[in-house]
């Protein structure tokens, strides 16, 4: 059997690329190859037949894995940092027995700081990753839900679709509920970024101070209760595609000014950094405000106005599209009708009523209608009687008196109201049965009796 002398043993272990450390059961230092002297910076005649506890205190290593052996009689594993380029190392410490006792001890040292960039990047890209599916499959064909027979929507479209093909910053003014949202998706789905990432966000949703992280991020430790490996922001997640945001009015100052560099120099810099981070993405934004009013009150930074205004347009208000009411309802009744497992139908007395109401709200409120309509009626046809208290009298607009075969509509529907109520008060004591009867509360009840001068 073949044995190995001093050099042909040092030779064995310095053909392994680990760090390999060996102590006797005291902890004296007989042996260690060269890539473990690389990690602590050291020469081997300044460890061998050298104490560890002797070592540590002279300051050749932060801490002992072969001590820790001897003191727990069983193996030890731990993270250190290297003495030199602060490497990460997997240090492992295995007892060699002899009669029961321990004999010496095992060190394998391994270096894992590129395995830690790895992981670091790979969680980085899975957070990446799972944010874009979210984004991407929230994402609904938006073609399918645009509904308009108008000629103001059909010019706005075709702008629109013009708008999507370059890759021009976009800027999206009207009410509440018009829709600027849709649209923003629909010139994404249209654009030469659309098989890149998405990102929404409503500006005026997110607290003021936890805006600027939100949307730029931050390093570890930028803040008390930071996330300790920091978090990438949505302009990074966004990168290469585009970045939605709504109510951009809401934005306060500071921030503006890091939107404009965003815009101008294509970087951003994470909260607590101290470098910038090249950004490629298109801003869509949105806004109920007037910008231009905002920037004269000096609360919107006109530079930013100018760079938000490159392609600009206004969505018009349901009221002013109302040959898309009619549509719009049919779209949402079939949505409805799938969702709750309902066959029902407007009949023509309800469309004329959806037709008349002035939408403050928008489409968003048209959507809230419908389906609160599909909820509360039972019968499969709805009647215009079963949704004319729905509507505030004050926004059905009046029929046109010169046409004389067009009806008056809201008189027409005050006095089938107060038909109703005569037909219900017959079997009525008190305004409470009345208010029950008719599924509505007592101060409704009240008001409609005065309103009719109709004494219980």
């Known amino acids: 059997m073949n044995t190995f002398n001093e050099e042909e043993f040092q030779g064995l272990l310095n053909c392994i690329q680990d760090g390999v450390f060996i102590t006797d059961g005291i902890g004296t230092v007989v042996a260690c190859n060269d890539a473990s002297l690389s990690f602590c910076y050291s020469k081997r005649e300044d460890l061998i037949g050298k104490n560890m506890r002797d070592l540590v205190e002279e300051g050749f290593f932060d801490d002992s894995v072969a001590l820790k052996v001897i003191e727990r009689n069983s193996t030890v594993t731990e993270m250190q940092k290297s003495l030199t380029d602060k490497l990460d190392l997997l240090v492992t410490g295995t007892p060699f027995y002899k009669d029961g006792k321990i004999s010496y001890v095992v060190i394998t040292e391994r270096d894992v700081t590129e395995l830690g960039k790895l992981e670091r990047k790979l969680n980085q890209l899975k957070e990446i990753t799972e944010k874009d599916l979210y984004y991407q499959a929230s994402m609904p064909n938006i073609k399918s839900e645009l509904v308009f027979e108008s000629p103001v929507m059909l010019d706005l479209i075709s702008m629109v679709a013009r708008i999507s093909a370059s890759d021009a910053t976009v800027l999206i003014q009207g009410e509440s509920g018009t829709g600027k949202s849709l649209i923003a998706k629909f010139i994404y789905q249209n654009s030469l970024r659309k098989d890149k990432p998405f990102v929404e966000l409503n500006c005026g949703a997110i607290p003021e101070n936890l805006l600027e992280s939100e949307l730029f991020g931050y390093e570890k430790g930028a803040f008390t209760g930071a996330n300790n490996k920091g978090k990438i922001g949505l302009f990074e997640i966004a990168n290469g595609g585009t970045i939605f945001l709504d109510e951009i009015s809401t934005i306060p100052p500071h921030l503006q000014v890091k939107i404009l560099r965003v815009l101008q120099e294509k970087e951003i810099m994470r909260v607590g950094g101290t470098k910038y981070i090249p950004i490629d993405i298109r801003i869509i934004s949105a806004t109920n405000s007037n910008l231009e009013d905002l920037v ?19 969505m018009p208000s349901l009221k002013d599209r109302k040959e898309d009411i009619a549509p719009l309802c049919e779209f949402f009744l079939e949505k409805f009708n799938a969702k709750y497992r309902c066959n029902k139908i407007l009949s023509s007395s309800a469309k004329k009523i959806l037709h008349c109401y002035n939408w403050p709200g928008n489409i968003r409120e048209l959507e809230n209608i419908m389906e609160r309509i599909v909820i509360i009626n039972n019968a499969d046809i709805i009647s215009g009687e079963s949704i004319s208290t729905l509507f505030p009298m004050s926004n059905l607009e009046s029929a046109n008196h010169n046409n004389p075969t067009v009806i008056d509509l809201k008189s027409e529907m005050d006095n089938f109201e107060k038909n109703i109520i005569l037909s219900k008060m017959k079997y009525c004591k008190t305004i ?21 001068k109709i004494k219980l």
């Open 432 to 452: 409470t049965d009345l208010a029950v009867s008719l599924s509505i509360d007592k101060s409704t009840a009240t008001r409609k009796l005065q309103k009719h």
């Open 296 to 314: 004269k009150s000096g609360e919107f930074r006109k530079d930013l106005f100018y760079r938000l205004n490159v392609c600009s347009f206004t």
